[in-house]
């Protein structure tokens, strides 16, 4: 159980255009999800938070003009990257959580963007 | 100071060591503790929570030390799937996971 899918795996964009990553929870209802994004041979760092049916809170230094996120339903969540730059190349992940019942969050299995 | 830091290592052993990661802390409020694996390009997976008491799962023991906010965690015969990278993982709350930067572990045969 507890199984993240996350849509793309790999997309490789121009620079300008905006890419959309989707993370679902396929077994469970996420009340909260979370988006990381990882450079190379760095750790983790929380991008946002997001809660079904609110607005997500951004972590700071994070543009939440930039990274457009929609928690729509129990399931899905929504990144968008907006006007990516190539800086903006990273390896996104998202992951899910009951809640407020667990500290355990499950990750989805990342989408590498790659802005050329 | 980083909220969380670890020795990024990279740690290289022979197959059959014993080999130990540490990880510090600076939030005195963090609530709750783990480890983490990340192979290479793949997402972190659980490898085991970590609590006061210490605990073992099978070749891996975790251990927490509050008072010097301090966690480890120790593999014994180290077997070539080990060779990975360790992420020490704080929550304070449901909703505020801090990542170390992790240790990478080679095990070599």
């Known amino acids: 159980g507890a199984v993240v899918s996350q849509h793309p795996s790999r997309v490789i964009c121009k620079s300008g255009t905006s890419v959309k990553i989707e993370c679902r929870s396929l077994?469970?209802?996420?009340?909260?999800m979370f988006w990381y994004r990882q450079f190379p041979k760095k750790s983790l760092m929380l991008m946002a938070t997001?809660?079904?049916?609110?607005?997500?809170?951004?972590e700071q230094g994070v543009e939440k003009d930039k990274f457009l996120i929609n928690h729509a339903s129990l399931t899905l969540s929504t990144l968008t990257v907006t006007s990516a730059h190539p800086e903006d190349s990273s390896f996104y992940i998202c992951?899910?959580?009951?809640?407020?019942?667990?500290?355990?969050?499950?990750f989805g299995p990342g989408t590498r963007l790659t802005v050329t | 100071r980083k909220e969380v830091e670890q020795d990024p290592g990279p740690f290289n052993v022979p197959e059959g060591a014993t080999v130990a990661f540490n990880c510090t802390y600076s939030?005195?409020?963090?609530?709750?503790f783990f480890w983490y694996r990340q192979d290479c390009r793949k997402e972190p997976k659980l490898l085991m929570s970590v609590y006061s008491s210490g605990n073992e799962d099978g070749r891996f023991t975790a251990q927490l030390n509050r008072a010097s906010q301090y966690i480890s965690l120790l593999i014994r015969d180290s077997k070539l799937s080990d060779s990975a990278t360790y992420l020490c993982?704080?929550?304070?709350?449901?909703?505020?996971?801090?990542f170390g930067a992790g240790t990478r572990l080679t095990v070599k045969p």
């Open positions: 077994d469970f209802q996420a009340t909260t």
């Open positions: 993982v704080v929550t304070t709350s449901y909703n505020d996971m801090r």
């Open positions: 997001s809660n079904e049916g609110s607005k997500a809170t951004y």
């Open positions: 939030n005195s409020a963090s609530q709750s």
């Open positions: 992951s899910a959580s009951y809640g407020t019942a667990s500290y355990e969050q499950y």
